[in-house]
């Protein structure tokens, strides 16, 4: 497709997006009903799409949306071949909205990766590893820990479409998400609670390294997400799983006591921001503090689950201080009967940032119910 028609078609998506449309469920909703467009003219098109929302801070606004798309994609072409001829303290000032600076200290290299396209992560199924690498070339491992099943694809195939994919062998599922399941370490036979499970990416994961054996229970309060849920667990032949509706209030959705709880909080995912860049300009300071008052009472309503030396793990795609810091150090002071539990080797409060891992940032804290509480 000739370069004017995908900028067209990336302007139409652009015009159409706002505050409660992101760019991507819009380009979602086009893809769907553009029948004759192949997998590379779509790629082009959401490549244009991004690189507009990346690049805004420097587009002048009164301009056509095509002559932006346009200008977007010289300044990536060019950030590309040389990251360094943009200057630091312009990228502070324009890649990132202003209020973002009281909570996140970017460094240098944080502030370039903000502006790299970002990186396809597959996860293979841990009986799956030697047929997915095998299939899904080029492809190269993820880092330790994550290198037992975690492959980077560098090919340009619609992965979706694959009999790898169709068979439940291999997750797309970012670098820093697969980092969290590491983090919790589930053992097989072990009872887990996923308090935040979504559509089940870290079930999936956490199912995977019980190698079958125990139990999950799989909460959300999206009966929306937990069908989705449940069609991708049956995809993946999961069945240690129970899912159910559960609010994060104050009553847990069982009596059960678990050997291990994962709050994958509901946050503001700045962390996400180099693969996800429209949220960049919709985010807002108000989001972090109302999250971080969600994620404070959801450590708050899980902790009385844990069995005695149960493990609990907080997650979120952010990397405000907000949400990171301030909630963990809250909840360590409230709770003396939980000690703080040391997570990757890392500490018992992790931050992954895009720049070292070339994923989404992530922030982890951990604690351990002591044996005899
Ligand atoms: C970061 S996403 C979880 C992603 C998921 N764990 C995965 O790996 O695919 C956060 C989830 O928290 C859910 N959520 C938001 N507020 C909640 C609350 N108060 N109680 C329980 N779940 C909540 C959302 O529906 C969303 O699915």
Redesign the pocket.
Known sequence: MPADKTHQRAAQILERTGPDLPADAVMREMFSTWKRGTPAEKRAVARAVFAHSRWQGWLDADDPMIKQIAAALTHQRQFDQDPESYRTDDLAAHAVPAWVHDQIDFTPAELRALQTEPVLWIRARSNHTLDTAKTLKPSEPAPAPADTTGFRYLGTDDLYRTPGFKKGHFEIQDLG?QLIGHACAPQPGETWW?????????TLHLADLMQGKGLIWAS???NR?LARLKQRTARAEVFNYRAIN???GEYPPTKTKFDGILI????SGVGTWRRNPHARWTTSLTDVHELAV?QRQ?LTNVANSLKPGGRLIYAV?TTTRSETTAVADAFTTAHPELEPLSLLDRGPQVFLKPAEWNANGMFLAGWKRASNQ
Do not use: Q
């Open positions: 998400s996923d308090t935040c499970c979504g559509e089940g990416g870290k959300d309060r999206s997400r559960w609010n994060g994958d909080a509901p946050c969600i959801l795609c």
